[in-house]
Nanobody, 123 residues
């Protein structure tokens, strides 16, 4: 059974940082592209960042470029999202997702999803 479990969310003040983790099991992690998505209240879920299985390519939504960094550790079956200079607009539930086809962009197909972790940024 495939599982993706996010952690690291919480409450942080504007300008602060958080690092999200997504640990996977039940799949050959090193064969999957990975993505982070987020969903704010009343909004649709949207792409945040993605990385290929070899970490040779990354993709970010414009609003997080220069502030967020996606990375992965294939030995630990884990993908990370380092979030710096957080603002209240970053408040959302953050989800990780796995792409069997090594997808890493907003238009890629993602086959497995985690349950999400809440990030709240206070002003």
């Amino acid at each position: 059974q495939v599982q993706l479990v996010e952690s690291g969310g919480g409450l942080v003040q504007a300008g602060g940082s958080l690092r999200l983790s997504c640990t996977t099991s039940g799949l050959r992690f090193s064969n999957y592209g990975m993505g982070w998505f987020r969903q704010a209240p009343g909004e649709e879920r949207g792409f945040v960042a993605g990385v290929t299985w070899r970490s040779d390519r990354e993709h970010y939504v414009n609003s997080v470029k220069g502030r967020f960094t996606i990375s992965r550790d294939n030995a630990k079956n884990t993908v990370y999202l380092q979030m710096n200079s957080l603002s209240p607009e970053d408040t959302a539930v953050y989800y990780c997702a796995a792409s069997r086809n090594n997808g890493y962009t907003p238009s890629s197909e993602y086959n497995y999803w985690g349950q999400g972790t809440q990030v709240t940024v206070s002003s």
